[in-house]
């Protein structure tokens, strides 16, 4: 039987277990998505490098698991990293994971398309015991890798002595050797929003004249929620502006990485969990869905907008009409508009929502922006609830509620809603 929960037109693994999208890019014209796969059993265990291309970022085609750790400086998993084109060679700068030590850099060069991947034998090439000093670092790994001023930069994310997190940033003329260049930005743990002991997979890009830096707060185990700084970033100094949560559904989207498609548009994807017991993804044979691809732009308030890329649209199929919403595959749209003490409540796969009007405008008492006026899209994907209040995103994982109608009741509020269902991808 088809288990009712697995996605069909989200990117999820072929089997095994999925986390961290890794080396996002477009490479002649080619969408990449490598990810943390373990391609034997649905748990995180010998991380290997799952891949999956695609010319239009809806449909996936699984590719070759492209790195798998059988090398002494990745003994234990190939974790998180990037893909970068140096000099015409895609090379991946990846975590090499080795039990009970800090992870280190690692080098793999590919084949042109992107199918073969050749440990590099100098591998690792930057360690926390050989070139750094003494940061006290509890946490090192992940990488953003660029070309900047005839060189290459590198962030790495970090966590330190004193219960504060931060990413470390490095410079390299060849990939190969790196001298530690200063801590970029760090921050201790605090209530709101928590940042975390540790920042896992930094990432680091200019938005609409702002440089955004994302990161993911870990703390012991937990996966507390992504976050982004916006600010500026020049020399070796990030000066932050604020601090905004990238997904009010907390650790319910993880460790997004994002890249600049051939069209110039900042995409983002980020790692889904599964919120179900491990012997129940066990039994199913698979864990992890890709969210889906969001575009992200800077509001004119400096904050970050986020929406399903115009792709998706491309798998709508029939139009359904009002009382007869009902599926668990389907992209709806609701136009609301609030009065003061206004609100509209909907449930939809298992997952309910409200949003309100009390001042300010909020979904599940989260603000989103729009006083009162609200363009709110629902994507639903079995398990997988993505919802879009204003370009602000609220992802859920919900296994309950197979194929129940939409609900929705409203009170001093104006609702329109159109929905369709979703095809495969
Ligand atoms: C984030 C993360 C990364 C690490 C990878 C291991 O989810 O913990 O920090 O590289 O997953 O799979």
Redo the contacts with the bound molecule.
């Keep these: 039987m088809r288990d009712p929960h697995r996605p069909t037109f989200h990117l999820v693994p072929p089997s095994g277990w999925l986390?961290?999208p890794n080396g996002l890019g477009q490479w002649d014209g080619v969408h990449h998505a490598f990810y943390?796969h373990n391609p034997d059993e649905a748990r995180?265990d010998r991380?290997a490098w799952g891949h999956a291309t695609s010319d239009d970022l809806v449909h996936w085609r699984h590719e070759p698991v492209a790195l798998r750790p059988d090398t002494p400086a990745d003994a234990d998993?190939c974790?998180?990293g990037v893909l970068v084109d140096d000099g015409g060679t895609p090379t991946l700068v990846y975590?090499g994971?080795r039990e009970g030590e800090l992870?280190q850099a690692c080098l793999a060069l590919g084949s042109a398309d992107l199918r073969t991947w050749r440990k590099h034998d100098g591998n690792p090439v930057l360690t926390a015991h050989d070139d750094l000093p003494d940061l006290d670092l509890t946490v090192l790994?992940?990488h953003c890798v660029w070309r900047e001023d005839g060189r290459w930069r590198m962030l790495m994310?970090a966590g330190f002595g004193d219960g504060s997190g931060g990413a470390l940033l490095f410079d390299s003329p060849d990939l190969r050797s790196w001298t530690y260049a200063a801590t970029l930005a760090s921050s201790a743990r605090r209530a709101e929003p928590d940042t975390g002991s540790a920042w896992?997979?930094p990432d680091l890009f200019g938005l609409d004249g702002r440089h955004v830096l994302t990161f993911?707060a870990?703390h012991d185990d937990d996966?507390i929620h992504a976050l982004a700084w916006t600010g500026h970033y020049e020399g070796d100094a990030f000066t932050p502006d604020a601090l905004h949560r990238l997904d009010l559904g907390g650790g319910a989207f993880?460790?997004p990485q994002s890249y600049r498609d051939d069209s110039g548009r900042r995409i983002m994807l980020g790692?889904l969990p599964e919120a179900r017991p491990e012997a129940d993804c066990l039994e199913a044979g698979w864990a992890g869905v890709m969210s889906l691809p969001r575009e992200l732009t800077l509001r004119a308030d400096g904050t970050i907008h986020q929406q399903p890329v115009a792709e998706v649209a491309t798998l709508r199929g029939a139009e359904l009409s009002g009382d007869d919403i009902a599926g668990d595959a389907l992209d709806v749209e609701l136009r609301v508009t609030l009065e003061e003490g206004g609100s509209v409540r909907w449930r939809v796969r298992g997952a309910a929502y409200e949003l309100r009007r009390d001042g300010a405008t909020t979904l599940n008492g989260e603000p989103v922006p729009g006083d009162g006026q609200v363009d709110v899209r629902v994507v639903v994907d079995h398990s997988v609830v993505e919802v879009f209040a204003n370009g602000t995103p609220l992802t859920t994982r919900s296994y309950t509620g197979i194929g129940e109608p939409l609900s929705l009741e409203a009170e001093r509020a104006d609702v329109t809603v159109r929905a369709w269902e979703m095809g495969p991808a």
């Design positions: 986390n961290d943390q995180h991380i998993g974790w998180s975590s994971h992870q790994r992940d994310g896992e997979c993911s870990w996966l993880y460790a790692w």
